[in-house]
C-alpha cells in the first residue's frame, strides 16, 4: 500500500497537485474505454475539480484488526484532520493508555507527539507508513491518475459478493516511476451502472487483500465510504479471514 514518497503522496492524493498542473488530467488516457469509465467514477464519486479544489477534510475512524482466529488483535478510534490550502498538513490523532498521541505531517516533517512532547523512541518509516496508508485510501479514486500509475481496463467483471462492476487495474513500478517506491498492483471495482466505488483488491509482496466498501454518505458532494471490510485472499482469490473493519463518521469537508 505505501507506494509513495511522502511528499508526492500528500501532494497527490490530498491536494493533487500533480494532476492541477495538467490541462486535462483524463485526456493522458488514450484507451477510451479507460477514459471513460474514469471519467464516469469521478463524476459519480464528487468531481476531480472539486476534490482539486477543496480546502481539507475531516473525519473520526474506528478501526478493529482480527487474528485468523476471528480475536481483535487491536483495535483504535482516531480522528483524521487532512489541510490542503494554504499548506498541506495532516494529523491523526487518538488516546491509548490514557495517553494523546499525534501523528503529524507538516512543513516536510513527519512526527509522532505523546502528550505533546516529541516520541524519540517513534519509528520515522513507520510514521510515515501509518500517513501514508490514510492518505492514499483517502483519495482514490482521484488519486488513480497521478503521473506514473499505469491503468488498464479490464472489462465488466464479479465481485466476490456477487456485484457486477467495471475493473480498473492500476500498476506501480519503482523501476518506471521515482514515485514508487514498491511493485503493488491495484484492482479497483466500480459499479457497472452507477460507477461508484465499491471496493478494490491489492497484491502485496507477502499477501493479497480484498477490500469492500460497504455503506456512503454524500458530504460536500463528495461520495464518502462510512464502513468498509478487508479480507486477506488466498492464492486462489478466495477469503481466508476477515483482517479488518472500518467505520468513517462525521465528516467535514470545506
Same mark, same amino acid.
Given at each position: !500500500?505505501?507506494?509513495?514518497?511522502?511528499?508526492?503522496?500528500?501532494?497527490?492524493? *490530498?491536494?493533487?497537485?500533480?494532476?492541477?498542473?495538467?490541462?486535462?488530467?483524463?485526456?493522458?488516457?488514450?484507451?477510451?474505454?479507460?477514459?471513460?469509465? !474514469?471519467?464516469? %467514477?469521478?463524476?459519480? !464519486?464528487?468531481?476531480?475539480?472539486?476534490?482539486?479544489?477543496?480546502? /481539507?477534510?475531516? +473525519? &473520526?475512524?474506528?478501526?478493529? @484488526?482480527?487474528?485468523? /482466529?476471528?480475536?481483535?488483535?487491536?483495535?483504535?478510534?482516531?480522528?483524521?484532520?487532512?489541510?490542503?490550502?494554504?499548506?498541506?498538513?495532516?494529523?491523526?490523532?487518538?488516546?491509548?493508555?490514557?495517553? %494523546? =498521541? *499525534?501523528?503529524?505531517?507538516?512543513?516536510?516533517?513527519?512526527?509522532?507527539?505523546?502528550?505533546?512532547?516529541? &516520541?524519540?523512541?517513534?519509528?520515522?518509516?513507520?510514521?510515515?507508513?501509518?500517513? !501514508? %496508508?490514510?492518505?492514499?485510501?483517502?483519495?482514490?479514486?482521484?488519486?488513480?491518475?497521478?503521473?506514473?500509475?499505469? @491503468? /488498464?481496463?479490464?472489462?465488466?467483471?464479479?465481485?466476490?459478493?456477487?456485484?457486477?462492476?467495471?475493473?480498473?487495474? %492500476? $500498476?506501480?513500478?519503482?523501476?518506471?516511476?521515482?514515485?514508487?517506491?514498491?511493485?503493488?498492483?491495484?484492482?479497483?471495482? +466500480?459499479?457497472?451502472?452507477?460507477?461508484?466505488?465499491?471496493?478494490?483488491?491489492?497484491?502485496? $509482496?507477502? =499477501?493479497?487483500?480484498?477490500?469492500? #466498501?460497504?455503506?456512503?454518505?454524500?458530504?460536500?458532494?463528495?461520495?464518502?465510504?462510512?464502513?468498509?471490510?478487508?479480507?486477506? *485472499? &488466498?492464492?486462489?482469490?478466495?477469503?481466508?479471514?476477515?483482517?479488518?473493519?472500518?467505520?468513517?463518521? #462525521?465528516?467535514?469537508?470545506?
Amino acid at each position: !500500500m505505501y507506494k509513495y514518497n511522502l511528499v508526492i503522496l500528500l501532494c497527490v492524493c *490530498l491536494s493533487c497537485n500533480t494532476t492541477k498542473s495538467v490541462q486535462n488530467p483524463i485526456s493522458s488516457i488514450t484507451e477510451p474505454e479507460l477514459q471513460s469509465v !474514469m471519467q464516469k %467514477a469521478f463524476t459519480a !464519486m464528487g468531481g476531480l475539480s472539486n476534490w482539486q479544489s477543496k480546502k /481539507s477534510i475531516h +473525519f &473520526d475512524k474506528k478501526t478493529e @484488526l482480527y487474528l485468523a /482466529s476471528g480475536d481483535i488483535e487491536k483495535a483504535t478510534f482516531q480522528k483524521h484532520d487532512y489541510y490542503e490550502q494554504p499548506n498541506s498538513k495532516v494529523e491523526i490523532s487518538w488516546r491509548e493508555n490514557e495517553a %494523546a =498521541h *499525534l501523528l503529524q505531517f507538516e512543513d516536510g516533517k513527519a512526527q509522532k507527539k505523546i502528550n505533546g512532547k516529541i &516520541d524519540t523512541s517513534a519509528k520515522t518509516n513507520s510514521i510515515k507508513n501509518s500517513i !501514508m %496508508a490514510s492518505t492514499f485510501v483517502i483519495g482514490i479514486p482521484f488519486n488513480l491518475i497521478d503521473e506514473g500509475t499505469v @491503468l /488498464s481496463y479490464e472489462g465488466i467483471q464479479t465481485m466476490v459478493n456477487g456485484k457486477k462492476v467495471h475493473v480498473v487495474k %492500476a $500498476v506501480y513500478n519503482p523501476d518506471i516511476s521515482a514515485n514508487h517506491t514498491k511493485s503493488d498492483i491495484w484492482w479497483h471495482y +466500480f459499479d457497472e451502472k452507477t460507477y461508484e466505488q465499491l471496493g478494490y483488491k491489492v497484491q502485496l $509482496v507477502d =499477501h493479497t487483500s480484498y477490500v469492500e #466498501n460497504l455503506t456512503f454518505e454524500r458530504v460536500g458532494g463528495f461520495l464518502l465510504t462510512t464502513t468498509r471490510k478487508s479480507w486477506r *485472499l &488466498d492464492e486462489e482469490g478466495n477469503k481466508l479471514y476477515l483482517r479488518a473493519a472500518y467505520e468513517y463518521s #462525521n465528516f467535514e469537508v470545506k
